[in-house]
């Protein structure tokens, strides 16, 4: 017992000293590098004795961190001087909490969050330029993402519904949560980069959001400029790029117990779309042009879609498995990758992760939908932007068809 609280004592001294240090660099008049660690150590204390004593021991040491914070501040208001901000007195109770939790089971969660405070102090001028970026479209996109999360799941039902027993409105309300918070950290990095941003880092972001409407913005970029063929070409093959690692991605987060066995043939086709991007770089001019501004990814109308998309496809790969069998599945993949890969990558992973479905069944469906994916964007760019444009694309594409359809061959079942 002697040695846990002398850890947790310990413990508490660093993440003080930490916070403290953070704090003293910026010139905080409430407390610097001696106080922060004489708070943790107090909150450490209070934890310890809170064990014997009862939660009054900590009630009364959390009080008299916030009664020190409020006489500070009407020390500095007789004083004349600005109390505005309170950051370094929220920090002082939040660190006060982190010591307590260092007493207790929960010791990670108290670190994780020293860290987290200490970090956050040191983002400020970041954070403050990171907010000032965003428009008022931006924060709305926010808003709409906070509204479809942690508003609209917590009230869709949690039931089985339908047949097949495959349709829960909360599971696929929570896939399209994760769908839109993958478009919607992209949108906002684009906006925050903007025309900063290269053809690299345009593709990635590009990718994230929706390598199919970066495919046709670009497209039209290439119709009314023509010298950004080169450009958009680049960028066109780095999304799609992307949009073969974020399959890897959704069937980690949504069946992780089939990952190793669907993620090695996904990640050969990966590299060897990395190696195609990486060739496209070095051998088109990708001189800077303003890369088109992708749709708001966080639109209710755009969720709502996705949800019957991704429960039609959901509901239609069930029962081409009961009524045709598992190679039906195959040509569903084909079909739906003209609309979206993402759909049949997650119905399949679900219906693999309860057993439905074998593993190596998943990977053959995702890369099938993936390939014919790129075939529709190849084609798309061709009839959207210039025949310059669909001939520019036709080697990169065309070599990924043919070796994702060999991989479909020569891999092991």
Not at 151 to 169: E, M
Not at 368 to 383: D, E, R, S, Y
Request: one cysteine or more.
């Amino acid at each position: 017992m002697n040695a846990e609280v002398l850890r947790a004592l310990c413990l508490a001294l660093g993440l003080g000293l930490l916070i403290g240090l953070q704090r003293q660099r910026a010139g905080s008049a409430f407390g610097g590098i001696r106080t922060f660690p004489l708070i943790a150590l107090l909150g450490a204390v209070c934890g310890v004795l809170a064990q014997k004593w009862g939660g009054v021991v900590l009630a009364a040491g959390f009080v008299s961190v916030a009664a020190i914070a409020v006489l500070a501040n009407l020390a500095k208001i007789r004083a004349g001087e600005d109390t505005q901000g309170q950051t370094t007195e929220a920090a002082a109770l939040l660190t006060f909490a982190s010591a307590v939790l260092l007493t207790t089971e929960f010791r990670v969660f108290g670190i994780v969050l020293g860290g987290l405070i200490a970090v956050l102090l040191h983002l400020k001028d970041a954070m403050h330029a990171f907010a000032g970026r965003l428009s008022e479209r931006d924060v709305a996109a926010i808003m709409r993402f906070a509204v479809v999360s942690l508003i609209v799941l917590p009230l869709v039902p949690d039931a089985t519904l339908g047949p097949f027993q495959v349709l829960n409105p909360r599971q696929i309300w929570w896939i399209v949560v994760l769908i839109v918070g993958i478009g919607l950290a992209g949108y906002v990095s684009y906006r925050l980069f903007g025309e900063r941003a290269g053809a690299v880092l345009s593709g990635i972001l590009g990718g994230l959001v929706s390598s199919t409407a970066t495919t046709v913005a670009h497209a039209r970029l290439v119709r009314e400029r023509s010298d950004a063929l080169g450009f958009a070409a680049v960028i066109i093959v780095i999304a799609s790029t992307v949009a073969a690692a974020r399959v890897i991605v959704l069937v980690a987060v949504v069946a992780p117990a089939i990952l190793w066995t669907v993620a090695p043939p996904l990640a050969a086709f990966l590299l060897l779309m990395i190696v195609v991007s990486v060739m496209m770089l070095r051998g088109s001019a990708t001189s800077k042009h303003a890369s088109p501004e992708p749709g708001n990814p966080a639109e209710l109308k755009s969720a709502l879609v996705f949800a019957a998309v991704y429960a039609i496809v959901t509901l239609a790969t069930a029962a081409a498995r009961e009524y045709l069998g598992t190679d039906a599945l195959y040509g569903i993949a084909a079909v739906s990758g003209f609309v979206d890969v993402d759909a049949i990558t997650l119905s399949t992973a679900k219906l693999a992760a309860v057993e439905r479905v074998e593993p190596g069944i998943v990977w053959r469906v995702v890369l099938i939908a993936t390939l014919t994916n790129l075939v529709f964007k190849t084609g798309i760019a061709g009839t959207i932007g210039s025949r310059k444009l669909f001939q520019r694309l036709l080697l990169p594409m065309g070599s990924a068809l043919v070796a994702g359809l060999a991989l479909l061959w020569i891999w092991p079942a």
